[in-house]
């Protein structure tokens, strides 16, 4: 096991040391922080089963927005590619990576497609007065599985830039604003 790890190219680093890599660190862990607010704030009327349900949304948010801190930090995805590639090499399936790769996005798709579908039913009453939110977890989902499509041209859109902003830049901040700017009124006028 020791052997495998060492032929790994990741290392625990941070994953992305630029300004906007950090700035998006920030973004995603004041996000996380503003969920954790939201679900302490979260009343509705005397309704404690709805009540629960909020507060369990929102923390449930908060933690996914902390892990994908966690893993903008350690870069995460890229010790997930190289441990599939090694195991690929080892044995022998290398030349079919593709196939896998497909398979895995798709595999990716369908449990975060399953995992929303989840979420909507369990809080489609809450969810009704938080559209924002629901627009932004849709956001967040849409730009993980297009990130975990590590195809050669999904990079090239990804980096390439717009008036002087990558795509991949406005795709990830964009989803955390609007989870941010969602728990920020939550917050305000807690219900």
């Given amino acids: 096991m020791v052997e495998f790890f060492s032929q790994l190219g990741w290392r625990p680093t941070i994953g992305d040391p630029s300004v906007m890599g950090w700035l998006t ?5 004041l996000a996380a922080l503003m969920c954790f607010i939201a679900a302490s704030r979260s009343r509705i009327g005397e309704d404690l089963a709805a009540r629960a349900r909020l507060r369990r949304l929102w ?9 994908l801190c966690l893993n903008k930090q350690l870069d995460l995805q890229t010790l997930l590619t190289e441990i599939g590639r090694e195991w690929a090499v080892r044995s022998g399936w290398y030349g ?6 497909f398979l895995f996005v798709m595999a990716v798709a369908i449990i975060a497609i399953a995992i929303f579908v989840f979420i909507v039913r369990r809080t489609r009453l809450l969810l009704k007065e938080r559209k924002l939110l629901l627009f932004g977890l849709c956001f967040m989902i849409v730009f ?6 590590s195809f050669h041209h999904v990079g090239v859109f990804l980096g390439t830039e717009i008036w002087g902003i990558r795509v991949n830049w406005a795709l990830e901040l964009g989803g955390i604003g609007l989870i941010a700017l969602s728990a920020a009124r939550a917050i305000r006028n807690p219900c």
């Fill in 25 to 29: 660190v920030a973004a995603y862990a």
């Fill in 59 to 67: 923390q449930w948010v908060g933690a996914f927005m902390a892990f």
């Fill in 96 to 101: 079919n990576r593709r196939i896998v790769q």
């Fill in 144 to 149: 993980i599985i297009v990130r975990a499509s």
